[in-house]
C-alpha cells in the first residue's frame, strides 16, 4: 500500500498539483476545482504546504457522515457519489481541511488517488508531493534521528592519504 | 478561422470618483487584435488619451491604470501566471507597463474579466474588492501608512481568508513616489515605470480579487499534451536545477565574468567581491526555500533568511539578478545580509529595487564628486557600501523626508535640481536603467533607447547573444535582434506568460502558437502573432511621440557615450554616438518610421476602430 505524501519543505507553491489535479478529474481548467490546494504563509512563518486527503485508516469525515457515504477501502477513504448528500459534515471535520467545495460542483471535492496513480505526484516539478510505501513512511526521520544521537564519538584516520571520520557508539557503559 | 474560445470577452471598467462598476462587452475583433496583457493596456490607454485630447497627467484622475491579464494566463502550460499593469508612466510621462508573477492574474481571469481598468480617484484610501460577479470598492483608512505585505495581511483578516489574491502598494505609492510597484503574493512587484504611484494618486490601497470560474480553453486535451511536452523539455534542461535552486541570482557571476555587472552606479563593470553576493553565497548560508509564480517549474523565486549579525530574522522573498546588482555591486556593497535587509525595505516600501539601485548609486556619486553636498544630503554623509546610510536614504525615499522628497520623483526632477547630475545617473526618458551594461553591447544600447517604458531590459535582452557571437555582426544584423526581441518579448506580455522558458532554457517559441490554437480555438502561426505584437510596438511608439517624445529622447545616459568601464573585459569600451545614430536610423528605417522616429499616418488609422 502506498501514501501520498506531502513533503513541504520542498514545495514552491507552483500549484501545478491543483491544475492537473482539476484537469483529470473535472476536464476544466480551475485550480478552485482540485482536491489538493497549496496554502502559503509569509514571512512568519515561511511555509508552503499542500493540503490533501491523508486516506486516514479512521477517518474523522466517514465518522461524522450521517449517510455513510465515505469508507476507507484498500487505502483510500472512498467516497460513494450515489449515497452523499452534499451536507459537506466531512468538510468542516476533516482536521486538515482536506476536503473542498466548488459552487459549480455537487460533490464535496476529495482526493481518490486517482485509482493509485496521483497526477500530482507526477507532475510535482520539486518531488514535494511522493507516493510512498507505507512501510517506509519516516525512514528518513529515523535516519536522522540515529545520525544525529549525542552520544556518539568520533575519531579521524586517513584512507589512501584522504583525511575521514568514523562515528561510533562506546558499548558497554551505563551513563544515565 | 476566429476565436472560439479563450476570453470570457468582459472588460470591467471601475470609475473610482463614481464608485461605479460595469462589465463591458469585447469583441472578437478586438480580442483577435490586441491578444491580451500589454496588447489590450495598449489600446485602452490610447483610447483614453484620444478622448483627452493628449493631455493627461499621470497622477490625474484620468490616468487609466489597466490590468491585464492575456488568454494564456492561468491555463495549463509552463509559468503562465503573469499580469500586465498599462498606464501613463509617471516617471516618464510616456507609456508605461509593467508585469508580475505570482497568481494574481490568474484569479483576476477567474471572477470572468479579460481586463480591469480604472480611473477616477477615491475619496479616501480604498480597496477594490472583486469577488467574482460582484465588485465593491470598500473604503479602509486603516491601511494607510501599512506597508506592502501588512497591507495584505490585514486584508486577508479583514475579509478573513487566504484564498484570494491581493495586489497592494505600499507608502511609497501612497506618497506617490515616481518609482513605486505594486505589490502581490507578498512580494512579487509590478515594479517598474511607477504603477504603485498611480494606484497611490488614485487613493487605491489594493485590488483584491477572488474568482473560482473556470478558465475558457478550447480544447484542454489538446493542451495539456503541448503543455506537458514544454514541461518534460524544461525539466531535462541541464540548467534546470540550477534555475530552481538559484533562479536568477546565477547570473551574478556571468555578468561579472563577462565584465557587465553595474559596479559603483557603472563606474566599473566587475566588481572584485562579487562572489559575497552570488547564487553559491545565497545557497549556503541564507535560502530556505523556493517561491514559483503560477505554473512555473523553475521557481525562481529564493526565500532567504538572515541567520547572524545585526540584520538577523530578516526574511525576502528574492533577491533576484537585477536587485542584487543594483543593491548590491552598484552601491559597493559587499555583504549579502545588508543587500537582503535593503531588498526587504524596498519590498516593505513598495519601490522599485532598480530605480532605487540607481539613484542611491548616483547620490553617492554626486557626493563623492562634489555635485551634493552634505547639507543637501541632510547632513548625513553617504558613500560605497555603507549600509546603515543606504538603508536610511531608502527610508527617506519612501517617506520622502528630507533629500528622499526630490529622489523620489525620479531621476528627471534630480536632473532638473542639479544639472549636472545628468552626467552622473543612468535613465532613458526618466526610467533609470537596469543593471546590464550596454557599453559591453551596442545593440543593448539601442535596445535601452528604444524601449517603449525607458532603460529597461524587458523588450529586448541581446547583450548576452552579442557578448558571445555577436562581436562581428554588420549594422543589420543588430538592428534586426533588437526589433525580433522587441516583437517576440511583448509577445509573452500580450499572451499573459512569463518569457524566461524560452528565453533562459531555450524552450522552442513555436510551442505558444500551439498554445493560443488549443486556448482559443483559432489557428495563427508564430509569425502572425509576432505581427499582431509588432503592431503594438508601433501603437506604444504612437503614444509616446504624440506625448511630445521624437528622436532626441531615444537617447543613452552620459556615461554609455563618455566614461568607459575603469576594469575587466570592458575596460576602455564606450558607445560611438555617431554609430549608434547610424544604427538608430537604420532602425526606424527597417521599422517604418521616419527619420525623426515618427511613425507615419497609416499606422496611427491601424488603430483607430
Not at chain 2, 502550460?77 to 508605461?96: M, R
Not at chain 2, 559596479?263 to 545557497?283: C, E, P, R, W
Not at chain 2, 511621440?545 to 521624437?550: A, D, E, K, N, V
Not at chain 2, 576602455?572 to 554616438?577: A, M, P, Y
Given at each position: 500500500?502506498?501514501?501520498?505524501?506531502?513533503?513541504?519543505?520542498?514545495?514552491?507553491?507552483?500549484?501545478?498539483?491543483?491544475?492537473?489535479?482539476?484537469?483529470?478529474?473535472?476536464?476544466?481548467?480551475?485550480?478552485?476545482?482540485?482536491?489538493?490546494?497549496?496554502?502559503?504563509?509569509?514571512?512568519?512563518?515561511?511555509?508552503?504546504?499542500?493540503?490533501?486527503?491523508?486516506?486516514?485508516?479512521?477517518?474523522?469525515?466517514?465518522?461524522?457522515?450521517?449517510?455513510?457515504?465515505?469508507?476507507?477501502?484498500?487505502?483510500?477513504?472512498?467516497?460513494?457519489?450515489?449515497?452523499?448528500?452534499?451536507?459537506?459534515?466531512?468538510?468542516?471535520?476533516?482536521?486538515?481541511?482536506?476536503?473542498?467545495?466548488?459552487?459549480?460542483?455537487?460533490?464535496?471535492?476529495?482526493?481518490?488517488?486517482?485509482?493509485?496513480?496521483?497526477?500530482?505526484?507526477?507532475?510535482?516539478?520539486?518531488?514535494?508531493?511522493?507516493?510512498?510505501?507505507?512501510?517506509?513512511?519516516?525512514?528518513?526521520?529515523?535516519?536522522?534521528?540515529?545520525?544525529?544521537?549525542?552520544?556518539?564519538?568520533?575519531?579521524?584516520?586517513?584512507?589512501?592519504?584522504?583525511?575521514?571520520?568514523?562515528?561510533?557508539?562506546?558499548?558497554?557503559?551505563?551513563?544515565? | 478561422?476566429?476565436?472560439?474560445?479563450?476570453?470570457?470577452?468582459?472588460?470591467?471598467?471601475?470609475?473610482?470618483?463614481?464608485?461605479?462598476?460595469?462589465?463591458?462587452?469585447?469583441?472578437?475583433?478586438?480580442?483577435?487584435?490586441?491578444?491580451?496583457?500589454?496588447?489590450?493596456?495598449?489600446?485602452?490607454?490610447?483610447?483614453?488619451?484620444?478622448?483627452?485630447?493628449?493631455?493627461?497627467?499621470?497622477f490625474g484622475s484620468e490616468n487609466l491604470l489597466v490590468v491585464a491579464p492575456g488568454?494564456?494566463?492561468?491555463?495549463?502550460?509552463?509559468?503562465?501566471?503573469?499580469?500586465?499593469?498599462?498606464?501613463?508612466?509617471?516617471?516618464?510621462?510616456?507609456?508605461?507597463?509593467?508585469?508580475?508573477?505570482?497568481?494574481f492574474g490568474v484569479e483576476l481571469r477567474q471572477t470572468g474579466i479579460d481586463v480591469?481598468?480604472?480611473?477616477?480617484?477615491?475619496?479616501?484610501?480604498?480597496?477594490?474588492?472583486?469577488?467574482?460577479?460582484?465588485?465593491?470598492?470598500?473604503?479602509?483608512?486603516?491601511?494607510?501608512?501599512?506597508?506592502?505585505?501588512?497591507?495584505?495581511?490585514?486584508?486577508?483578516?479583514?475579509?478573513?481568508?487566504?484564498?484570494?489574491?491581493?495586489?497592494?502598494?505600499?507608502?511609497?505609492?501612497?506618497?506617490?513616489?515616481?518609482?513605486?510597484?505594486?505589490?502581490?503574493?507578498?512580494?512579487?512587484?509590478?515594479?517598474?515605470?511607477?504603477?504603485?504611484?498611480?494606484?497611490?494618486?488614485?487613493?487605491?490601497?489594493?485590488?483584491?480579487?477572488?474568482?473560482?470560474?473556470?478558465?475558457?480553453?478550447?480544447?484542454?486535451?489538446?493542451?495539456?499534451?503541448?503543455?506537458?511536452?514544454?514541461?518534460?523539455?524544461?525539466?531535462?534542461?541541464?540548467?534546470?536545477?540550477?534555475?530552481?535552486?538559484?533562479?536568477?541570482?546565477?547570473?551574478?557571476?556571468?555578468?561579472?565574468?563577462?565584465?557587465?555587472?553595474?559596479?559603483?552606479?557603472?563606474?566599473?563593470?566587475?566588481?572584485?567581491?562579487?562572489?559575497?553576493?552570488?547564487?553559491?553565497?545565497?545557497?549556503?548560508?541564507?535560502?530556505?526555500?523556493?517561491?514559483?509564480?503560477?505554473?512555473?517549474?523553475?521557481?525562481?523565486?529564493?526565500?532567504?533568511?538572515?541567520?547572524?549579525?545585526?540584520?538577523?530574522?530578516?526574511?525576502?522573498?528574492?533577491?533576484?539578478?537585477?536587485?542584487?546588482?543594483?543593491?548590491?555591486?552598484?552601491?559597493?556593497?559587499?555583504?549579502?545580509?545588508?543587500?537582503?535587509?535593503?531588498?526587504?525595505?524596498?519590498?516593505?516600501?513598495?519601490?522599485?529595487?532598480?530605480?532605487?539601485?540607481?539613484?542611491?548609486?548616483?547620490?553617492?556619486?554626486?557626493?563623492?564628486?562634489?555635485?551634493?553636498?552634505?547639507?543637501?544630503?541632510?547632513?548625513?554623509?553617504?558613500?560605497?557600501?555603507?549600509?546603515?546610510?543606504?538603508?536610511?536614504?531608502?527610508?527617506?525615499?519612501?517617506?520622502?523626508?528630507?533629500?528622499?522628497?526630490?529622489?523620489?520623483?525620479?531621476?528627471?526632477?534630480?536632473?532638473?535640481?542639479?544639472?549636472?547630475?545628468?552626467?552622473?545617473?543612468?535613465?532613458?526618458?526618466?526610467?533609470?536603467?537596469?543593471?546590464?551594461?550596454?557599453?559591453?553591447?551596442?545593440?543593448?544600447?539601442?535596445?535601452?533607447?528604444?524601449?517603449?517604458?525607458?532603460?529597461h531590459h524587458t523588450r529586448a535582452w541581446t547583450i548576452a547573444k552579442e557578448i558571445?557571437?555577436?562581436?562581428?555582426?554588420?549594422?543589420?544584423?543588430?538592428?534586426?535582434?533588437?526589433?525580433?526581441?522587441?516583437?517576440?518579448?511583448?509577445?509573452?506580455?500580450?499572451?499573459?506568460?512569463?518569457?524566461?522558458?524560452?528565453?533562459?532554457?531555450?524552450?522552442?517559441?513555436?510551442?505558444?502558437?500551439?498554445?493560443?490554437?488549443?486556448?482559443?480555438?483559432?489557428?495563427?502561426?508564430?509569425?502572425?502573432?509576432?505581427?499582431?505584437?509588432?503592431?503594438?510596438?508601433?501603437?506604444?511608439?504612437?503614444?509616446?511621440?504624440?506625448?511630445?517624445?521624437?528622436?532626441?529622447?531615444?537617447?543613452?545616459?552620459?556615461?554609455?557615450?563618455?566614461?568607459?568601464?575603469?576594469?575587466?573585459?570592458?575596460?576602455?569600451?564606450?558607445?560611438?554616438?555617431?554609430?549608434?545614430?547610424?544604427?538608430?536610423?537604420?532602425?526606424?528605417?527597417?521599422?517604418?518610421?521616419?527619420?525623426?522616429?515618427?511613425?507615419?499616418?497609416?499606422?496611427?488609422?491601424?488603430?483607430?476602430?
Open positions: 500500500m502506498k501514501k501520498l505524501t506531502v513533503i513541504p519543505e520542498q514545495c514552491s507553491g507552483c500549484r501545478i498539483c491543483e491544475l492537473v489535479c482539476a484537469i483529470k478529474h473535472f476536464g476544466v481548467n480551475n485550480p478552485k476545482k482540485a482536491a489538493i490546494r497549496v496554502l502559503v504563509t509569509y514571512p512568519h512563518p515561511v511555509m508552503r504546504m499542500p493540503i490533501v486527503c491523508s486516506q486516514c485508516k479512521v477517518p474523522t469525515c466517514a465518522q461524522v457522515c450521517p449517510v455513510d457515504a465515505l469508507r476507507w477501502v484498500e487505502g483510500v477513504v472512498q467516497l460513494d457519489e450515489e449515497n452523499c448528500t452534499s451536507c459537506y459534515k466531512c468538510v468542516e471535520a476533516c482536521p486538515f481541511g482536506a476536503i473542498y467545495v466548488h459552487e459549480d460542483c455537487d460533490l464535496p471535492i476529495k482526493c481518490d488517488m486517482c485509482g493509485g496513480d496521483p497526477e500530482c505526484t507526477k507532475k510535482c516539478p520539486k518531488g514535494a508531493l511522493r507516493l510512498i510505501p507505507v512501510a517506509v513512511l519516516a525512514e528518513s526521520k529515523r535516519l536522522n534521528n540515529v545520525l544525529s544521537y549525542t552520544q556518539m564519538k568520533e575519531i579521524e584516520f586517513y584512507e589512501k592519504g584522504e583525511k575521514k571520520i568514523i562515528h561510533y557508539a562506546e558499548i558497554g557503559k551505563e551513563e544515565l | 478561422m476566429s476565436i472560439k474560445s479563450g476570453y470570457f470577452k468582459k472588460h470591467l471598467h471601475v470609475d473610482l470618483t463614481k464608485g461605479s462598476a460595469e462589465r463591458l462587452d469585447l469583441s472578437d475583433a478586438f480580442v483577435e487584435k490586441y491578444i491580451g496583457g500589454r496588447g489590450f493596456g495598449a489600446k485602452l490607454v490610447w483610447d483614453n488619451l484620444k478622448k483627452h485630447d493628449f493631455k493627461i497627467d499621470p488568454p494564456l494566463t492561468g491555463v495549463y502550460l509552463p509559468s503562465s501566471g503573469k499580469n500586465s499593469f498599462v498606464a501613463i508612466s509617471p516617471a516618464t510621462g510616456l507609456y508605461g507597463d509593467s508585469s508580475m508573477g505570482g497568481g480591469l481598468s480604472i480611473a477616477g480617484r477615491a475619496p479616501e484610501l480604498s480597496v477594490l474588492f472583486i469577488d467574482n460577479g460582484e465588485t465593491n470598492i470598500i473604503p479602509m483608512p486603516e491601511l494607510k501608512g501599512k506597508s506592502c505585505l501588512e497591507a495584505e495581511g490585514m486584508i486577508k483578516e479583514r475579509l478573513d481568508t487566504h484564498a484570494l489574491h491581493v495586489v497592494t502598494i505600499g507608502v511609497a505609492g501612497e506618497n506617490m513616489v515616481r518609482f513605486a510597484c505594486a505589490n502581490t503574493d507578498w512580494s512579487r512587484n509590478a515594479g517598474r515605470t511607477g504603477i504603485g504611484a498611480i494606484m497611490g494618486a488614485k487613493n487605491l490601497k489594493a485590488i483584491v480579487v477572488r474568482g473560482d470560474r473556470d478558465l475558457p480553453v478550447y480544447d484542454v486535451s489538446g493542451l495539456v499534451a503541448e503543455a506537458d511536452k514544454a514541461y518534460r523539455y524544461m525539466e531535462k534542461h541541464k540548467y534546470f536545477k540550477v534555475w530552481q535552486q538559484e533562479g536568477l541570482m546565477n547570473v551574478i557571476d556571468y555578468a561579472n565574468a563577462v565584465g557587465i555587472l553595474p559596479t559603483y552606479n557603472f563606474k566599473d563593470s566587475v566588481f572584485g567581491k562579487h562572489n559575497q553576493i552570488n547564487g553559491a553565497t545565497m545557497l549556503e548560508q541564507y535560502k530556505i526555500g523556493d517561491s514559483a509564480c503560477f505554473l512555473c517549474p523553475m521557481c525562481c523565486g529564493n526565500i532567504c533568511l538572515v541567520k547572524h549579525g545585526k540584520y538577523t530574522g530578516t526574511v525576502v522573498e528574492g533577491p533576484e539578478y537585477e536587485t542584487c546588482a543594483m543593491l548590491g555591486s552598484n552601491l559597493g556593497i559587499d555583504d549579502f545580509a545588508t543587500i537582503l535587509s535593503a531588498a526587504r525595505l524596498c519590498d516593505e516600501l513598495g519601490i522599485d529595487t532598480i530605480s532605487t539601485g540607481s539613484i542611491v548609486g548616483a547620490v553617492i556619486e554626486g557626493y563623492e564628486k562634489g555635485i551634493l553636498s552634505l547639507s543637501d544630503l541632510d547632513g548625513r554623509e553617504i558613500t560605497w557600501g555603507d549600509g546603515d546610510a543606504i538603508l536610511e536614504l531608502i527610508q527617506k525615499i519612501g517617506n520622502r523626508q528630507g533629500i528622499g522628497d526630490i529622489l523620489a520623483d525620479g531621476s528627471r526632477r534630480i536632473i532638473e535640481k542639479w544639472p549636472e547630475m545628468d552626467k552622473i545617473i543612468l535613465q532613458v526618458k526618466g526610467l533609470e536603467q537596469s543593471a546590464y551594461d550596454s557599453r559591453a553591447s551596442i545593440s543593448m544600447g539601442l535596445a535601452y533607447a528604444t524601449s517603449d517604458i525607458g532603460a558571445e557571437e555577436g562581436q562581428n555582426w554588420s549594422d543589420e544584423e543588430r538592428v534586426d535582434i533588437v526589433i525580433y526581441h522587441q516583437t517576440l518579448r511583448p509577445l509573452f506580455d500580450m499572451l499573459g506568460v512569463c518569457r524566461l522558458p524560452w528565453i533562459e532554457l531555450g524552450l522552442n517559441e513555436r510551442h505558444y502558437e500551439n498554445f493560443y490554437k488549443y486556448v482559443t480555438g483559432k489557428e495563427a502561426p508564430l509569425k502572425e502573432l509576432l505581427k499582431l505584437s509588432n503592431d503594438i510596438y508601433d501603437l506604444t511608439r504612437l503614444i509616446n511621440t504624440r506625448l511630445g517624445m521624437s528622436r532626441k529622447d531615444d537617447s543613452l545616459p552620459y556615461k554609455v557615450w563618455a566614461n568607459p568601464p575603469l576594469t575587466g573585459p570592458n575596460a576602455g569600451k564606450v558607445i560611438d554616438r555617431e554609430y549608434f545614430q547610424r544604427l538608430l536610423s537604420l532602425y526606424y528605417q527597417k521599422r517604418g518610421w521616419d527619420e525623426d522616429g515618427i511613425p507615419p499616418a497609416e499606422i496611427e488609422r491601424r488603430f483607430e476602430d
